[in-house]
């Protein structure tokens, strides 16, 4: 959220629009007034983001379309490649927020291969590009946010804030605990919608 700043008018692009921080981002996104486009690889799951108020396109209909540019926000979580492929539809002053590395992993688990495919392709991008773009890129590691009790605070606050905003949390669904397993196995569909919890 303190990343992203998104204001009204903005265009926004989540490419994680069908898992949990997507759904979510996408109705922060429109409650600040903004047109999201969101991002999905399987074509049955357009009608859910358009359910939460967003444009939907597969990822290869949204590269072939080289109209769908000018964002003045961009959500990744895959990383790799698609970082600079989606940096290029920035608009002037665009940003970008790199939230993971969804790339690296193959059946619903990180998968050591795939993550070092992945950050060898993640590009070293070039302060003097960025000058020349007048674009900017954020990266998040939740993990080391949550270590500073500055933030924290911060981000209680935030939370406080956007309980005002009347989001709904989707969960696409509950398994049992021990059936951890089969969890794991719906995930690897690409059926799932939002988050997929675990219950004890």
Not at 51 to 77: C, E, H, P, R
Request: aromatic share 6%.
């Amino acid at each position: 959220h303190d990343m992203a700043r998104v204001r009204a008018g903005d265009k926004v692009l989540i490419e994680c629009a069908t898992g949990g921080v997507g759904t979510l981002a996408t109705q922060m996104a429109r409650a600040a007034g903004a047109e999201v486009v969101g991002l999905t690889t399987s074509p049955h799951k357009k009608g859910f983001i358009e359910g939460l108020g967003a444009k939907a396109y597969t990822v290869d209909d949204f590269y072939a379309d080289a109209s769908l540019q000018d964002f003045d926000l961009i959500i990744n979580s895959s990383g790799g490649v698609h970082i600079n492929r989606q940096r290029k539809r920035l608009g002037l002053t665009g940003r970008m927020v790199c939230l993971g590395m969804s790339s690296g992993v193959k059946d619903g688990r990180r998968n050591f291969a795939r993550i070092a495919l992945a950050a060898l392709r993640t590009p070293r991008i070039s302060v003097l590009k960025l000058f020349d773009a007048n674009t900017g890129i954020y990266a998040l590691n939740a993990l080391h946010v949550l270590r500073d009790p500055v933030w924290v605070e911060r981000m209680t606050k935030s939370l406080v804030a956007v309980d005002e905003l009347d989001l709904k949390p989707h969960v696409g669904k509950v398994f049992a605990a021990k059936e951890a397993g089969a969890a794991h196995a719906f995930l690897e569909t690409k059926q799932a919608t939002g988050k997929v919890l675990l219950a004890w």
